[in-house]
């Protein structure tokens, strides 16, 4: 047991109403044991001297005072946060992307970015959807889940898909518009091969349970008589 | 047209509005025009407007105002819930009430299967045509 674990202590004064405690000073002073460490000192109260405070170097007036006084700004204690992820967002979550390229298709969620945006999978081979970002607004979560746990996507982050920055070249003007076209078009090979480890676990899984690969094929859409507001994901 | 469903102490009635939605309840005894006192296994007797029931078929043999566990052994002897679940509209509730709690996977699924049906029963008909052609 860690030393002096104590019980938290029940308040020895409690309040009957906001301000006003049940006991009065005296008998405050009784409970408190005020009169025995009294007594264990010889009838007065333990005093301590002042601790002796170094003289404070002697300040020299400032040469310069602003001529308007400067507000200083609040002080901002916030910190930033990845944004809080809805509960029914959790790790092999089936999402439906409601915008962009992938509107209507549905998506297995793989974890938060700490950018706060959705790392996210078709995978590529159902659907076409590579491995992607998504912002949480722009989705609905399903109750379905897929087991994720054979996969590992501790190398993704949002740095992974930032662009990237090229390396400004001189301009030769005949060459500088060949080279720029070339580089452009090509996903590199790393990229696809983390598509590719990415999924294979996943598709396995999906292929376990009947329907749920075609399922993840097909594109979301409300067609007559479904209300939004009433249906269960 | 004579009635054929009477308010009565027994009558089984279905709460149509407010807070016990959807239940099955026995009227267990009358207080004026208006209102019934109403019982059920899993909640407090209280009145209820006739208003907010609507009459079923089902009655059972119990005398006015029994204690909780008379009621429930007379539900059971009864056999109120299979009555009610085996009548075509306690089984349209069951179904409203499965179809509202669809998942969307579910949905698909089922979607998948209409079609599956209906391709079968195209079929079958074709046949048969091609048999009476």
């Known amino acids: ?233 | 047209m004579p009635f054929k469903r009477y308010v009565e102490v027994g009558r089984v009635a279905l709460v149509n509005y407010g807070k016990d939605y959807g239940k099955l309840v026995v009227i267990v005894d009358v207080i004026d025009q208006n209102r019934a006192l109403v019982d059920a296994p899993d909640m407090v007797r209280g009145q209820m407007n006739f208003k907010r029931l609507t009459l079923t078929d089902i009655k059972i043999e119990i005398k006015r105002v029994p204690n909780k566990k008379t009621l429930i052994a007379a539900l059971e002897a009864g056999d109120v819930k299979n009555k009610w679940e085996n009548s075509s509209w306690g089984r349209k509730l069951i179904v409203q009430k499965k179809r509202a709690s669809l998942n969307d996977f579910d949905r698909f699924k089922i979607m998948l299967a209409k079609i599956k049906k209906a391709g079968v029963v195209r079929q079958e008909l074709a046949k048969l045509k091609k048999e009476t052609a």
């Open chain 1, 1 to 233: 047991m860690a030393p002096q674990q104590r019980k938290p202590h029940v308040c020895r004064n409690p309040d009957l109403i906001r301000g006003v405690g049940k006991y009065s000073r005296s008998k405050m002073y009784h409970k408190r044991g005020l009169w025995a460490i009294k007594a264990k000192n010889g009838g007065a109260f333990p005093k301590h001297e002042k601790k002796a405070v170094a003289a404070a170097p002697a300040e020299k007036p400032p040469k310069f005072y602003p001529a308007d006084d400067v507000k200083k700004p609040l002080v901002n204690k916030r910190k930033a946060r990845p944004t809080k992820l809805r509960a029914s967002i959790t790790p092999g979550t089936v999402l439906i992307v409601l915008a962009g390229r992938f509107k209507g298709k549905r998506v297995v969620f793989l974890k938060q970015l700490t950018s706060g945006l959705l790392l996210v999978t078709g995978p590529f081979k159902i659907n076409g959807i590579p491995l992607r970002r998504v912002n949480q607004s722009y989705v609905i979560a399903t109750s379905t889940k897929v087991d994720i746990s054979g996969v590992n996507v501790e190398k993704f982050d949002d740095k992974y898909f930032g662009k990237k920055v090229e390396k400004k070249k001189k301009k030769g003007e005949g060459e500088f518009f060949e080279a720029e076209k070339e580089e452009k078009n090509t996903l590199p090979q790393e990229k696809k091969d983390d598509q590719k480890s990415v999924d294979a676990a996943l598709i396995q899984c999906i292929e376990a349970v009947p329907d749920l690969k075609s399922y993840l094929g097909a594109r979301f859409s409300l067609k007559a008589g479904m209300k939004p507001h009433e249906l269960v994901f």
